[in-house]
């Protein structure tokens, strides 16, 4: 074991506190799971955040988190789709129409007879048509139709967007423009919708320093990851706060986990393996955090951890920047979905053909960024880079996609893989 001393308040006995050493951590560590079964486990411990009702213009981007129903018919009559003239047949009579005045009541012979209507306007129950302004000729009070138009041409019917009672909007749906819209149909200026989580993100290693301070030793790096992960979480609809960069010190960490503000999700980045100066888990787990898993099957990001400490979910993550952006895409983008009230969604099912070859890994599944080009059968290419280390960003800043090799698969060229789009779009 590695031992290190706390400095204690005047007159209180000094007191010893460990830190496990690799090798105690390997040992104690459970078995890694699977992709599979690591996404099962953050789903079954997740719950929404409590809801908020907000204006209409307020809630793109959200859950929804309230089923919203039709309260009448929508549109409540029949009404006209374009400016023009109600017929009472096709428009073929070639003596033309007798324009009814606005206030002139209806003729008990209609033969012969059309009224002017505006969009939106109820047209008359005898309607079997609507002619466009722009297709009818007009003398004097006689209307001449440059056509023919089949039963209800331009008429809404009452009811064709949605009847009384039908589900307009369904709970944990992402809200759109065309879905508020469709809200505002049905009388609603406000709607509830899933609150924002707030996620504060940890960075820790004594090789990294952030901007703008200066690299003090030519070991040092710049760290990128909170601005990375901010980012990427901010664009699913959340506010990421990241902490100070703290050194790999027992007491620098426990002080920061201590001293944490209110969030409804800690992500730490960095410290995540087994080595004794990864310092994330063992401190968590000292503070009461309980973890449902510590390492996964999958490559880049296999040191990954998800808990829950203090009524909230704690991941942690590994602090290669590759596999810092893999696992928060695997998992953080989940886990704040979830909480914003979002319903699980199935991946859409897109494949490319490979232009590569990868070797098997017998238990974990391998994630690797490609570029895309179009191909003449119309499935994609998928073109991996030279280098793919899990500490080479610029495999994502020119990647389209991520594919996906199953565990145990011995990738060919040519081979169908499945991906996840990264281009504009991507993200919820």
């Not at 460990?18 to 992709?35: G, Q």
């Not at 944990?172 to 989580?197: E, S």
């Not at 080009?373 to 960003?393: C, K, M």
Request: glycine residues 8%.
């Amino acid at each position: 074991m590695l031992y290190y001393i706390t400095a204690p308040p005047p007159a209180t006995p000094i007191t010893m506190r460990t830190i496990p050493t690799a090798s105690d951590r390997r040992a104690a560590s459970p078995s890694p799971v699977t992709l599979e079964e690591a996404r099962r486990l953050i789903g079954s411990h997740l719950a929404p955040l409590p809801a908020e009702a907000v204006l209409l213009h307020q809630a793109l981007g959200r859950a929804a988190a309230e089923r919203v129903t039709a309260p009448a018919d929508i549109p409540p009559v029949r009404n006209s789709a374009m400016d023009g003239y109600a017929l009472p047949n096709e428009g073929s009579r070639a003596d033309g129409y007798l324009l009814l005045e606005p206030d002139h009541p209806d003729p008990a012979r209609l033969e012969g007879r059309t009224r002017r209507v505006l969009t939106g306007q109820p047209v008359p129950p005898w309607a079997f048509c609507v002619a466009a302004e722009e297709h009818c000729r007009a003398r004097g009070q006689v209307v001449f139709p440059q056509g023919t138009w089949p039963e209800g041409f331009n008429i809404r019917a009452a009811g064709e967007d949605a009847r009384r009672g039908d589900i307009l909007i369904e709970m944990g749906h992402p809200l759109g423009a065309a879905d508020l819209a469709r809200a505002a149909t049905a009388g609603r200026h406000r709607i509830r919708v899933g609150r924002r989580p707030r996620v504060r993100l940890m960075t820790t290693g004594n090789e990294l320093v952030r901007p703008p301070t200066r690299p003090g030793t030519a070991w040092h790096r710049h760290e990128c990851n909170a601005v990375m992960l901010a980012t990427l979480l901010a664009a699913a609809g959340c506010r990421a706060d990241p902490l100070p960069h703290l050194p790999d010190r027992p007491e620098a960490v426990r002080d920061a986990l201590q001293g944490l503000g209110p969030c409804d999700l800690l992500i730490t980045i960095g410290g995540a393996s087994n080595s004794e100066a990864d310092l994330s888990r063992p401190l968590l787990r000292e503070l009461g955090a309980t973890f449902l898993f510590e390492r996964v099957h999958i490559k880049p990001g296999r040191p990954t951890a998800f808990g829950l400490w203090r009524g909230r979910p704690v991941l942690c993550l590994p602090g290669n920047p590759v596999a810092a952006f893999v696992t928060a895409l695997l998992f953080a983008l989940p886990v704040v979905r979830g909480l914003a009230g979002f319903a699980p969604t199935a991946p859409c099912p897109f494949r490319v053909r490979f232009q590569g070859e990868i070797l098997p890994d017998r238990q974990r599944v391998q994630l690797f960024p490609v570029r895309l080009r179009a191909a003449d059968d119309g499935i994609p290419v998928g073109i991996p880079f030279p280098e793919t280390g899990s500490g080479i960003l610029r495999s994502l800043t020119a990647a389209d996609a991520l594919v996906e090799v199953p565990a145990d698969t011995h990738v060919k060229p040519g081979s169908l893989l499945a991906v996840r789009w990264l281009g504009p779009g991507a993200l919820p």
